[in-house]
């Protein structure tokens, strides 16, 4: 199975973004402009994009103009994420162009709505494993709720038996740095037998390899690669060749 890289573009209010301890804050990549990135990522070679509604994220409501994205990046595959806590959510972005969504961690707090989501999105929901400590730490609206604190590996595997199709795994004090991918932390949840792709703190080729042997089936690659620290042009090479 080739390894899937996922540029990550932040959309707030319209614009790009990174999501902050303080919130959202706009950057002056492409000119701030998410269609544009989007279109510059799929020219390298993307064939996958990993977008965030910061909107929702951090004010509840849908921002992200996902019929805009799918306009510039046609061909391919649209991932949103931004706390997604039900269904309804999910179908909307599904019925706007995306093809798949991931299923915030806030969400794992409740049993019976997470079933749910998994009976009606099948494979088209990845679901959200946001960790710290070894523990299920929710972000942005989601933060302090019921499923703060969840074990992870045990949520793993009632998520596994519950019939999940794919995990992302987000180290949280990762997020936004360029200090490596937790590897081990991946390690753990691709055990489980699903397609599992990381988040955080990954910026450099050296970082993909390490993931790719560990198990992981792809990554999210975020700040490093909107700044220009990262080739994806040559990622995107090795990861057809792997």
Same mark, same amino acid.
């Given at each position: 199975?080739?390894?899937?890289?996922?540029?990550?573009?932040?959309?707030?209010?319209?614009?790009?973004?990174?999501?902050?301890?303080?919130?959202?804050?706009?950057?002056?990549?492409?000119?701030?402009?998410?269609?544009? %990135?989007?279109?510059?990522?799929?020219?390298?070679?993307?064939?996958?994009?990993?977008?965030?509604?910061?909107?929702?994220?951090?004010?509840?409501?849908?921002?992200?103009?996902?019929?805009?994205?799918? %306009?510039?990046? !046609?061909?391919?595959?649209?991932?949103?994420?931004?706390?997604?806590?039900?269904?309804?959510?999910?179908? @909307?972005?599904?019925?706007?162009?995306?093809?798949?969504?991931?299923?915030?961690?806030?969400?794992? %707090?409740?049993?019976?709505?997470?079933?749910?989501?998994?009976?009606?999105?099948?494979?088209?929901?990845?679901?959200?494993?946001?960790?710290?400590?070894?523990?299920?730490?929710?972000?942005?609206?989601?933060?302090?709720?019921?499923?703060?604190?969840?074990?992870?590996?045990?949520?793993?595997?009632?998520?596994?038996?519950?019939?999940? !199709?794919?995990?992302?795994?987000? !180290?949280?004090?990762?997020?936004?740095?360029?200090?490596?991918?937790?590897?081990?932390?991946?390690?753990?949840?691709?055990?489980?037998?699903?397609?599992?792709?990381?988040?955080?703190?990954?910026? !450099?080729?050296?970082?993909?390899?390490?993931?790719?042997?560990?198990? @992981?089936?792809?990554?999210?690659?975020?700040?490093?690669?909107?700044?220009?620290?990262?080739?994806?042009?040559?990622?995107?090479?090795?990861?057809?060749?792997?």
């Amino acid at each position: 199975m080739t390894f899937l890289i996922l540029p990550a573009l932040d959309v707030w209010h319209g614009r790009l973004a990174v999501a902050t301890a303080e919130g959202p804050s706009p950057v002056d990549a492409f000119g701030g402009d998410p269609v544009e %990135a989007a279109r510059a990522a799929v020219a390298a070679g993307a064939r996958a994009l990993h977008l965030v509604d910061l909107d929702l994220a951090y004010g509840g409501v849908l921002g992200l103009d996902v019929a805009a994205i799918r %306009a510039g990046a !046609s061909d391919a595959t649209l991932q949103v994420s931004g706390a997604i806590g039900d269904a309804a959510i999910g179908r @909307a972005y599904l019925d706007a162009g995306a093809d798949r969504y991931v299923l915030g961690s806030s969400a794992l %707090a409740d049993d019976r709505r997470t079933l749910l989501v998994l009976q009606d999105a099948g494979p088209a929901v990845v679901v959200g494993l946001e960790v710290e400590d070894g523990r299920i730490r929710a972000r942005g609206a989601g933060r302090g709720n019921e499923a703060d604190g969840l074990d992870l590996m045990s949520t793993v595997g009632w998520l596994h038996a519950a019939g999940a !199709s794919a995990f992302l795994v987000t !180290s949280i004090d990762r997020v936004g740095g360029l200090g490596g991918p937790d590897v081990d932390l991946v390690r753990r949840v691709a055990r489980a037998g699903r397609p599992t792709y990381a988040a955080g703190g990954i910026r !450099s080729l050296e970082d993909l390899r390490h993931l790719r042997d560990v198990g @992981a089936a792809g990554a999210v690659v975020g700040t490093a690669a909107l700044e220009g620290r990262f080739d994806l042009a040559r990622a995107f090479a090795w990861a057809a060749e792997a």
